[in-house]
């Protein structure tokens, strides 16, 4: 896995429980493998926004951005979030009915105990990062 070059970024993983942090780091290798194969995307910018680690097509401003977070709020989940005035997390629910678990139309959301439906979710990573080119 790459490292985390943005010192701001690593100290919220730091911060948050190793359990969730090992969860959080996996959807953030599955974001970045799944950029770097899709065409069009470039080169991901990862930064913090609302406090929590971000990943933007800075470069080629192909996508939305997508955020990754587990809040105390919610001490047993942690999701992968959208902005929410797209329709990615609608078209996310048309393509995946079934399989992913959602907040409203700004998140997917994983229980603690989850099997993270890694296929399906690379599929969302690559719709939310090729957003502004459909």
């Known amino acids: 896995m790459s490292p ?4 701001d970024v690593a100290a919220v993983f730091e911060s948050y429980p190793p359990k969730f942090r090992h969860k959080l780091l996996a959807l953030r290798r ?5 950029a770097k ?3 069009g995307v470039g080169k991901i910018e990862e930064t913090l926004k609302w ?3 971000a990943y933007l097509t800075s470069e080629t401003k192909s996508g939305s951005t997508i955020r990754i977070a587990w809040k105390r709020s919610r001490p047993t989940q942690y999701a992968m979030y959208f902005h929410c005035q797209t329709t990615l997390v609608e078209t996310f629910r048309e393509m995946f009915p079934d399989g992913l678990r ?11 105990d989850d099997e993270v439906p890694t296929e399906q979710l690379s599929l969302c990573i690559e ?4 957003y502004h080119l459909s």
């Open 51 to 53: 406090g929590e680690p």
């Open 102 to 112: 959602f907040d409203g139309n700004r998140a997917i959301v994983f229980h603690e």
């Open 127 to 130: 719709v939310a990062l090729r």
């Open 4 to 7: 985390i070059e943005n010192s």
């Open 30 to 34: 599955l974001i970045l493998e799944t």
């Open 37 to 39: 194969s899709t065409e």
